[in-house]
């Protein structure tokens, strides 16, 4: 990525079971210009996956419920730069959704998996500026129905946010959104209490309108948007003060209370969603001798192509 004229931060790669996938493959594509340009209002479409990209089809990636994957954030290309994953300035949460796929992102049907606010002396952002390589790790739940989503990060910049951008739109939170696609394989039931984004903030929120430069060296922050969801809790949303997610495979994320959620339900990937997984090319078919059985699968197939399409047309 060539370096911008600012501290920004973006979505570079996402790393799942090892595997490093950059823009294109998996993550939306980005816009033309700077692609680290922040979303200012949130009213705006943009705020459902950003500024839109170039109108190409990026790949599912396959993810097992219950398990980790990376996500790196960055801005310059060289790490030798106090900013080159994001100004030590930009202070704020960093938060991460999942919709279904085939909503394009479109109603209430974004829920929360993780959050960090302001937490023993660290906002999200120091999460990923105390990682070398700007990643942060987080767990996707362990019970969620087996499907194709959309995987929304945000980290959301303060330093302009003490005034409120409805009265001033040179000022106000600074937003950097980007989606990326996945298939979540699983025995999970659960479907989440969705949202609509836009439509989760309003500027006046107490985690929107916020003032990093009052002299409090430890302040009270109110994450913004809904309760983050934990696996387990039958679909409905619960506190949003613990984490169910990772800093790194070996360490906690820190958290305001000493407790992690957990969940009685494992992973376990069933045939019918292994015929979903990665992109549709390689798609697995289980043999069958029927001719009909077969004609079956790939028409299941081809509709399931179909589909994601047209979700994937519809958000960028």
């Known amino acids: ?26 993550i939306n594509p980005y816009p ?22 170039k109108s190409i089809d990026a790949e599912l990636c396959p993810v097992e419920a219950g398990s980790e994957m990376r996500l790196q954030f960055q801005n310059y290309d060289d790490p030798s730069r106090d900013d080159w994953v994001i100004d030590k300035s930009h202070k704020g949460p960093i938060l991460v959704y999942l919709a279904p796929l085939e909503s394009a992102g479109k109603g209430d049907v974004w829920f929360k998996i993780f959050e960090h606010g302001y937490s023993d002396g660290e906002w999200g952002t120091d999460l990923i500026r105390g990682d070398k390589e700007g990643k942060l790790t987080i767990t996707i739940p362990t019970d969620i129905k087996p499907g194709d989503y959309l995987l929304r990060s945000e980290v959301i910049g303060l330093h ?3 005034i409120d951008y409805a009265k001033d739109e040179s000022n106000g939170a600074q937003y950097f959104i980007n989606c990326a696609h996945i298939t979540v394989s699983g025995s999970g039931t659960s479907v989440p209490q969705g949202y609509a984004i836009p439509g989760i903030y309003k500027t006046t929120d107490p985690g929107i309108l916020f003032d990093l430069y009052d002299g409090n060296k430890n302040p009270s922050y109110t ?12 679909g409905s949303v619960t506190s949003n003060n613990d984490l169910s997610s990772t800093v790194s495979s070996s360490s906690s994320s820190p958290s305001s209370k000493k407790t992690k959620p957990t969940s009685s339900v494992a992973p376990n990937e069933d045939d019918n969603t292994l015929q979903a997984q990665g992109n549709p090319k390689a798609i697995k078919v ?7 059985a077969t004609k079956n699968t ?3 197939c081809l509709n399931k192509r179909r589909r994601r399409r047209r979700a994937i047309k519809s958000i960028v």
């Not at 033309?32 to 990209?53: E, H, L, N, Y």
């Not at 994450?223 to 039958?234: D, E, N, R, T």
């Open 1 to 26: 990525m060539a370096a911008v004229a600012n501290a920004h931060t973006i979505l570079l790669t996402l790393t799942i079971n090892g595997a490093e996938k950059p823009a294109g493959q998996c």
């Open 32 to 53: 033309p210009g700077d692609p680290t340009a922040p979303v200012k209002d949130p009213s705006s479409s943009d705020m459902t996956c950003g500024i839109p990209g």
């Open 160 to 162: 302009e946010a003490y």
């Open 223 to 234: 994450i913004p948007g809904p309760k983050l969801y934990v696996a387990g809790s039958s």
């Open 286 to 292: 289980v043999a069958d001798n029927s001719t009909s």
């Open 298 to 300: 790939k028409l299941d």
